[in-house]
């Protein structure tokens, strides 16, 4: 079932020359005087609908906005499977082509560049070296959002460029932990859930620059983290995904005593696991940002 009041718009990035699927809910009430309040999210395939539900019961006024791609077009699709097929390890040869597709595609977009070593903690079986060989495309990636999706989101309804949101889960984690230790005024709020922090040794090295970049900052963006409490379980020990959080939000917070008022949140949702997370996030992601939620 379709998304009442949504709008959808391809286009073929002139950044990276790669094809993306923006979907734009507008609000069902009109806009407050300065435009709409927005939630970009990443990996709109999994979320959208109820990120869509989240905010239309709790924040009304709230636009939101996944960044994906057209992944209804079949040859789309297929184009994006043929380029890696020949190296995928044969258990990956099963999945649906859409599935595949949707790996590949996120594996480029949402990382930083990695070695297959980077990737072996928290990647399946056989698949490191193509993960790593994959990864990297997350600064262009951001540029496309700032400089491309932003501009034809606001060309559908008026918004108000001063209360928007980033919500990533996974790697659209690590996506939004990078978004915000290089480039902090792009949104007023960064929501990592889950974020494959282990997939991405570098971002202690980030956090530590950015931490240094706002010290004499008179403001900073607001920062929530979030966890389930079974990510750790058995298989996800290695990943360390609550321990990696933790830790990330004590610096971040070491930098909040230090530096301009900056708000930091964490949360573990008890008996979540990787992928049952998603929806309490992203319904806590829009309480946090939208409606000034500490808990």
């Not at 009041?5 to 009430?29: E, M, Q, W």
């Not at 990120?51 to 209804?72: I, K, T």
């Not at 184009?79 to 890696?84: D, G, S």
């Not at 060309?155 to 990533?168: E, M």
Request: proline share 7%; hydrophobic share 45%.
């Amino acid at each position: 079932m379709s998304v009442p009041n949504s709008h959808r718009i391809r286009f073929t990035s002139s950044i990276n020359g790669r094809d993306y699927l923006i979907s734009v809910a507008v609000p069902l009430v009109p806009p407050p005087a300065q435009g709409y309040p927005v939630l970009y999210l990443f990996d709109p395939h999994f979320m959208f609908g109820t990120a869509v539900d989240a905010a239309r019961m709790s924040a009304p006024e709230v636009m939101v906005v996944g960044v994906g791609y057209p992944l209804d077009d079949a040859d789309f699709v297929s184009r994006t499977v043929n380029a890696v097929k020949d190296r995928l390890p044969d258990a990956f040869r099963e999945m649906p082509q859409q599935t595949l597709a949707i790996w590949a595609l996120r594996t480029h977009d949402l990382t930083l560049p990695a070695t297959a070593e980077d990737r072996r903690r928290g990647t399946a079986a056989g698949v490191a070296a193509l993960a790593a060989s994959l990864s990297g495309g997350l600064d262009t990636f951001l540029d496309v959002v700032d400089r491309e999706v932003k501009p034809r989101v606001a060309a559908v309804a008026p918004v108000d460029a001063s209360r928007a949101a980033l919500f990533g889960h996974s790697l659209g984690g690590l996506a939004v932990l990078h978004a915000l230790f290089t480039r902090p005024e792009s949104f007023g709020h960064f929501i990592a859930a889950s974020p494959s922090i282990w997939a991405a040794p570098a971002l202690w090295t980030e956090e530590t620059a950015f931490g240094q970049r706002i010290a004499s900052a008179p403001h900073a963006p607001a920062v929530m983290l979030a966890v389930g409490g079974r990510e750790q379980d058995r298989v996800g020990a290695s990943s360390k995904m609550i321990d990696n959080m933790r830790e990330m939000a004590r610096r971040l917070r070491a930098i909040e005593r230090a530096g301009p008022p900056m708000q930091v949140v964490d949360v573990v949702f008890a008996d979540e696991d990787h992928g049952s997370v998603q929806q309490a996030s992203v319904s806590r992601a829009i309480d946090f940002a939208f409606r000034g939620a500490r808990r």
